[in-house]
T-cell receptor, first 114, second 113 residues
Framework: AQSVTQPDIHITVSEGASLELRCNYS??????LFWYVQSPGQGLQLLLK??????LVQGIKGFEAEFKRSQSSFNLRKPSVHWSDAAEYFC????????????FGSGTRLLVRP | ETGVTQSPTHLIKTRGQQVTLRCSSQ?????VSWYQQALGQGPQFIFQ???????GRGNFPPRFSGLQFPNYSSELNVNALELDDSALYLC????????????FGPGTRLTVL
């Protein structure tokens, strides 16, 4: 069965430091992968997506992610974190059925130290 | 802003009642998916509608039902509410019944007492 694992429940970084959020997926074919961000009490905003092609994808707000098939990973990175990046981050994979429903990980809460 | 709107923003119901949540899709989108997000968890897929037909359902009981209208707006209905139905309900619209990006609305926070 398809699944997504985000091993880190919480991550704390200092403002200006680099960030990497981990995501591992279980999928039988080429996955459709997404990162979304959610501020408290809000809906989900798409940061970036991978469907095919270049394995390093650029997103909004200075985020990027790299698809590594051999490691079944799609880690999210940002070179310099801003206080406004504090939020919950969700990795998701599109299911291999007609709905292409999103299967989400449990999320990683990012805290930013001033 | 994604152009996906949901109403109401918040709702309080008591156990056993029925509730209807509404979603207006982004212009040009013909697919809507509904998700339930319990506190501290990732969203869970409830069902999807594509051109007014159900196109996939998650592991939710039949008391969760939906509709999609010709203008592609959508409703989620939940009967016989239980305490565990308390959650944020998110709808997402996409442009086709395939591997397209889903754009989420702000959600409806349902509290069941």
């Amino acid at each position: 069965a398809q699944s997504v694992t985000q091993p880190d429940i919480h991550i704390t970084v200092s403002e200006g430091a680099s960030l990497e959020l981990r995501c591992n997926y279980s999928y039988g074919a080429t996955p459709y992968l997404f990162w979304y961000v959610q501020s408290p009490g809000q809906g989900l905003q798409l940061l970036l997506k991978y469907f095919s092609g270049d394995t390093l994808v650029q997103g909004i707000k200075g985020f990027e992610a790299e698809f590594k098939r051999s490691q079944s990973s799609f880690n999210l990175r940002k070179p310099s974190v801003h206080w406004s990046d504090a939020a919950e981050y969700f990795c998701a994979v599109g299911a291999a059925d007609s709905s292409y429903k999103l299967i989400f990980g449990s999320g990683t809460r990012l805290l930013v130290r001033p | 802003e994604t152009g996906v709107t949901q109403s109401p923003t918040h709702l309080i119901k008591t156990r056993g009642q029925q509730v209807t949540l509404r979603c207006s899709s982004q212009s040009g989108h013909n697919t809507v998916s509904w998700y339930q997000q319990a506190l501290g968890q990732g969203p869970q897929f409830i069902f999807q509608y594509y051109r007014e037909e159900e196109n996939g359902r998650g592991n939710f009981p039949p008391r969760f039902s939906g509709l999609q209208f010709p203008n592609y707006s959508s409703e989620l209905n939940v009967n016989a509410l239980e305490l565990d139905d308390s959650a944020l309900y998110l709808c997402a619209s996409s442009g086709q019944g395939g591997p397209d990006t889903q754009y989420f609305g702000p959600g409806t926070r349902l509290t069941v007492l």
